[in-house]
């Protein structure tokens, strides 16, 4: 059983997970195939977050299982294995590992089992002080890396699976974040991208204390690091230090994604998200009222239930307010064991879709406008890859905008030309509601 396949469902967190686990699992003699018909163990690091993410995992182990699956092991992994546990063995009886993200520290081990012949084992133990930062992570991109510096939430947001499915909060030492920094500086990476549910709750274990604001700082200080980017942020441990940190120092990516859920304090409190609108607009004028002009990007859930068509608009109200560089949004959907299932008056489901159709249509009307207001600036522009279809250079901004360039001189990989991963500046002369559209200035810097 030494040849693997992974699949990866979710948020950031989960695709990090992946780089740990695969990792991991080369470290102990396994080789990654890049399809489940040619491995002996096919893994699946699975989502929760709304129904239908979890729907598409069961739907995946049975149709493969139906089509290829004789002789291999399956495992479960992440959210859907901490929420569902042995009964997925009931659901799928043809898996023999059920893991979730906080037992990963036991991974190997449970592999051994397996080796050994167990049929069924399972990590689902809530119970951990550890983080899973392992220094075998296996990283894709050659340029951007993650790093986890907090796991798991204290938060009870009445509709949420994660505090059930990713256990307490754990933070990493400052110390530990920084010399995995400085250890992926070394190796070429210019930008990092710094994860946690709620990664500004971050709070040093060691005797540092550092908040979450002190320890950009540092991960932006680190030699041959040219951009830092932190996802997600709850509005509630939001502080005015993280605003100032960004407008004081460029290699703070000047993009916030702060989730807001809902523009009607009612709604917000019977979610228990620990803010009202007020408090929320109190943090987006900090970040209005930058020198550096900081994005700003939200999720939003609707038809939470007991949301009246006035709680509706003033969602809507809220975008008008912030204009909001993109947004996420969802349906509400209803979780295993969350507070919100004994809420009353759920929302019909065609309504919850005629809300969400209405309000990506509200906001895209939004976007445009926020993005023609950048036709004529110079962007400095990450270059990502090249669409061959449109022969553009894809490139991405310090706000977190998608940039498709053409360049002067380079016009398509090749020959030595390949810009991927290069800092250009880039002129803005066109803009659509999802991305904007420029020509390089210069070569490669
Ligand atoms: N910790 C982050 C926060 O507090 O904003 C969010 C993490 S969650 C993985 C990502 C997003 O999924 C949430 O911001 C929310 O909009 C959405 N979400 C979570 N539970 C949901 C549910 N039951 N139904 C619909 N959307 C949900
Ligand atoms: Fe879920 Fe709320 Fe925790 Fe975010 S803060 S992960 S929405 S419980």
């Known amino acids: 059983m030494k040849k693997f396949y992974i699949e990866t469902f979710g948020c950031q967190m989960n695709v990090h997970d992946s780089e740990k686990v695969i990792g991991t699992l080369l470290s102990k003699g396994y080789e990654q195939v890049d399809t489940p018909e040619g491995a002996e163990l096919v893994l699946y690091n699975t989502c929760s977050i709304r129904d239908k993410a979890e729907q598409k995992v069961f739907h ?5 299982k139906r089509d290829h699956g004789k002789g291999k092991v399956f495992g479960v992994l992440g959210c859907v294995a901490q929420q569902e546990g042995e009964r997925i063995f009931e659901r799928a009886p043809h898996v023999s590992l059920v893991c979730g993200s906080a037992s990963y520290n036991k991974l190997s081990d449970l592999l051994v089992q397996i080796e050994n012949g167990d049929r069924r084992v399972t990590g689902l133990s809530l119970n951990t002080e550890d983080t899973f930062d392992t220094p075998m992570t296996r990283r894709d991109n050659p340029n951007r890396a993650y790093i986890t510096v907090i796991e798991g ?18 933070s990493r030492t400052s110390e530990s974040v920084l010399e995995e920094a400085r250890r992926l500086a070394d190796t070429g990476y210019t930008e990092i991208q710094l994860l946690g549910q709620n990664v500004n709750s971050y709070r040093d274990p060691s005797g540092r204390g550092w908040d979450f604001a002190r320890l950009l700082r540092a991960v932006a200080d680190v030699p041959g690091i040219r951009r830092v980017r932190f996802t997600t942020s709850h509005p509630r441990d939001f502080v005015k230090d993280i605003v100032d940190a960004i407008d004081e120092n460029p290699v703070l990516c000047n993009h916030v994604h702060l989730p807001v859920q809902s523009g009607s304090t009612a709604v917000l409190n019977r979610m228990q998200r620990l803010y009202t609108r007020d408090q929320y607009m109190r943090r987006i004028e900090w970040m209005k009222s930058t020198r550096r002009g900081i994005a700003i990007t939200t999720d939003i859930i609707v038809g939470f239930p007991g949301e009246t068509e006035a709680d509706f608009e003033a969602t809507l109200s809220l975008l008008d307010d912030v204009e909001y560089d993109s947004l996420f949004s969802f349906k509400y959907s209803r979780r295993p064991g969350t507070p919100a299932l004994a809420l009353d008056d759920h929302i019909p489901e065609e309504e919850k879709s005629r809300r969400l159709t209405f309000l990506q249509e509200h906001q895209r009307f939004i976007q445009i406008r926020r993005n023609s207001e ?7 522009t990450m270059v990502e890859g090249f669409n061959h279809a449109t022969e553009q250079w894809i490139g991405r901004t310090s706000r977190n ?45």
Do not use: M, W
């Open 60 to 64: 995946r182990l049975q149709q493969f």
């Open 153 to 170: 939430c204290d938060k009870s947001c009445a509709y949420c699976v994660v505090p059930f499915t990713r256990g307490p909060e754990r």
């Open 374 to 380: 950048n036709v004529g600036l110079v962007e400095e």
């Open 401 to 445: 905008q998608t940039l498709n360039f053409t360049h002067p001189v380079h016009t398509a990989p090749g020959n030595g030309d390949n810009l991927i991963g290069c800092y250009l500046p880039v002129r803005v002369t066109r803009a659509g509601p999802n991305s904007l559209a420029g020509e390089a200035l210069s070569a490669a810097g």
